[in-house]
C-alpha cells in the first residue's frame, strides 16, 4: 500500500527557532500532498495544499510568511514554521493523494508533534 | 463550502458490541466518504471508503452506508475489541483532485 513518511516525528525547540518537516511518499509519486494542523482533542484543520513544483495554496487565515511549502519533487513536500512561537506548538501532519488510485483516498503520515518552548 | 458533522464525539462499548458513528454533509456535488482511524499520537489511517455510486460497502466487521437523499453515512463496527479504541474522522470530497472536509472526530472506547 501507499506509504508516507513524516519527519522528524516530534520536535522541541526554543522560541525564534525555524523548524523543517518533510513529507515523503515513500512508494508512489505524488504532485499533490496537503499539510493539516490537528489541536489536541480537534479535527485535522487544513493549512495549505502542496502543488509539485509550483506555489502552494493557502486556507484562509494561515500565514504564507509564517509556513513555507516547498514540493520540490514528486516524492518531497516540506513545511517550514519561522520563526517559531508557543502559539505554534501543535500537531503537524501532511497526506499524499496517490494517482494511481485516482487521487483517492489520501495517505496520511504519522504526523509531528512540534514543542515550542 | 462543504460542512461534515459527525455524532456522537464521545462513545463507549463493551467487548462484542457493535458501534455506530454517523456523520452528515451538506454539499450534494460531494461524492467521496471515506473513513479514518487515528491512534493516540499517530496519523489517520484508512479503513474504508465509499463512493456515491454505492449504497453500501462491508469489510470484515467494519462497514459503511450512505444514503445520498438524506446526505449522511454512517460507520458501523462489529464485535467491538479493545484494539478498535482510536479517534474516528469521516471526511467527504467533491472529487479527486480537492479536498478533503473533516467531522469533529469519535472518541470510541471499548471496555474489556
Known amino acids: 500500500g501507499a506509504v508516507v513518511s513524516q519527519h522528524p516525528s516530534r520536535v522541541i525547540c526554543k522560541s525564534g527557532t525555524s523548524v523543517k518537516i518533510e513529507c515523503r511518499s515513500l512508494?508512489?509519486?505524488?504532485?499533490?500532498m496537503f499539510w493539516y494542523r490537528q489541536f489536541p482533542k480537534q479535527s485535522l484543520m487544513l493549512m495549505a495544499t502542496?502543488?509539485?513544483?509550483?506555489?502552494?495554496?493557502?486556507e484562509q487565515g494561515v500565514e504564507k510568511d509564517k509556513f513555507l511549502i516547498n514540493h520540490a519533487s514528486l516524492t518531497l513536500s516540506t513545511l517550514t514554521v519561522t520563526s517559531a512561537h508557543p502559539e505554534d506548538s501543535s500537531f503537524y501532519i501532511c497526506?499524499?493523494?496517490?494517482?494511481?488510485?485516482?487521487?483517492?483516498?489520501?495517505?496520511f503520515g504519522d504526523g509531528t508533534r512540534l514543542s515550542i518552548l | 463550502g462543504e460542512n461534515v458533522e459527525q455524532h456522537p464525539s464521545t462513545l463507549s462499548v463493551q467487548e462484542g458490541d457493535s458501534a455506530v458513528i454517523k456523520c452528515t454533509y451538506s454539499?450534494?456535488?460531494?461524492?467521496?466518504f471515506p473513513w479514518y482511524k487515528q491512534e493516540l499520537g499517530k496519523g489517520p489511517q484508512l479503513i474504508i471508503d465509499i463512493r456515491s455510486n454505492v449504497g453500501e460497502k462491508k469489510d470484515q466487521r467494519i462497514a459503511v452506508t450512505l444514503n445520498k437523499t438524506a446526505k449522511h453515512f454512517s460507520l458501523h463496527i462489529t464485535e467491538t475489541q479493545p484494539e478498535d479504541s482510536a479517534v474516528y474522522f469521516c471526511?467527504?470530497?467533491?472529487?479527486?483532485?480537492?479536498?478533503?472536509?473533516f467531522g469533529t472526530g469519535t472518541s470510541l472506547t471499548v471496555i474489556p
Open positions: 471526511a467527504a470530497s467533491m472529487g479527486t483532485g480537492n479536498q478533503f472536509y
Open positions: 512508494d508512489f509519486q505524488a504532485t499533490t
Open positions: 502542496s502543488n509539485e513544483g509550483s506555489k502552494a495554496t493557502y
Open positions: 497526506s499524499a493523494r496517490d494517482l494511481r488510485t485516482g487521487g483517492q483516498p489520501q495517505h
Open positions: 454539499d450534494s456535488a460531494s461524492n467521496y
